[in-house]
């Protein structure tokens, strides 16, 4: 006979964290790095998952989690916590440079980058090569990658996406731009009204601001 409760995945995922090693399955994705992972912390929208041998040390989006098999190994009691996933974000920024995942790709969507600012709906993260915005609605996972030399002081701040769209578009910014799953390289943004936005190339396309993958600044 099937089971039939009211229990919600994060209150599932706290027994089962001190039961198994667990694979986690990102949205969109057959494959996963984050096999064999024990889930260390729990908070209000995230799980923080580890695996030594591979390097993991991960934050996951709960609204991103695809699926989680149980896999070969015991668990840990997980630290449980009301922490919301960008507070936890603000604490890796500080440590650790990071490797960021989006639903769909199954390898890092960007490696190494150190996050610069988090801002109340978006990261800004930047290497040797990237200089780039992403909305926390894009990020399913945040992984450690390397420890900082020198702690990162992240500015903090409570501006918008929409914000940063409007300072780019005042300031005649070049950008790439990706757009649910659509990429325009070299555009500037022209218009920003209170849901979309406007790019200047030849086919002046409109998208909705909440389709943003990410902004790259040239």
Request: glycine share 6%; net charge negative; charged share 15%.
């Amino acid at each position: 006979m099937a089971i039939i409760q009211s229990r919600t995945l994060r209150s599932r995922i706290i027994p089962l964290a001190s039961e198994n090693l667990v694979d986690v399955y990102i949205t969109g994705n057959a494959v996963t790095p984050f096999n064999s992972v024990s889930i260390r912390e729990v908070g209000g929208n995230f799980i923080r998952v580890f695996n030594l041998v591979t390097g993991i040390n991960a934050l996951i989006n709960l609204f991103e989690i695809g699926s989680i098999d149980n896999t070969l190994g015991a668990g840990v009691t997980p630290e449980v916590n009301s922490a919301d996933f960008r507070a936890r974000v603000i604490d890796f920024a500080r440590v650790f440079t990071v490797d960021i995942y989006v639903p769909g790709l199954a390898a890092a969507f960007l490696t190494n980058v150190t996050i610069r600012e988090v801002g109340s709906d978006y990261i800004r993260v930047t290497n040797a090569t990237v200089d780039r915005y992403i909305p926390f609605t894009t990020i399913a996972a945040v992984d450690q990658n390397s420890i900082l030399v020198t702690t990162n002081t992240p500015t903090v701040t409570s501006r918008t996406l929409r914000s940063v769209l409007i300072t780019l578009a005042n300031g005649d910014v070049i950008v790439d731009l990706i757009v649910a799953g659509r990429v325009f390289n070299g555009v500037q943004i022209e218009e920003v009204q209170s849901d979309y936005a406007r790019i200047n190339n030849a086919a002046q396309t409109k998208f909705p601001l909440l389709d943003i993958v990410s902004i790259d600044v040239l």
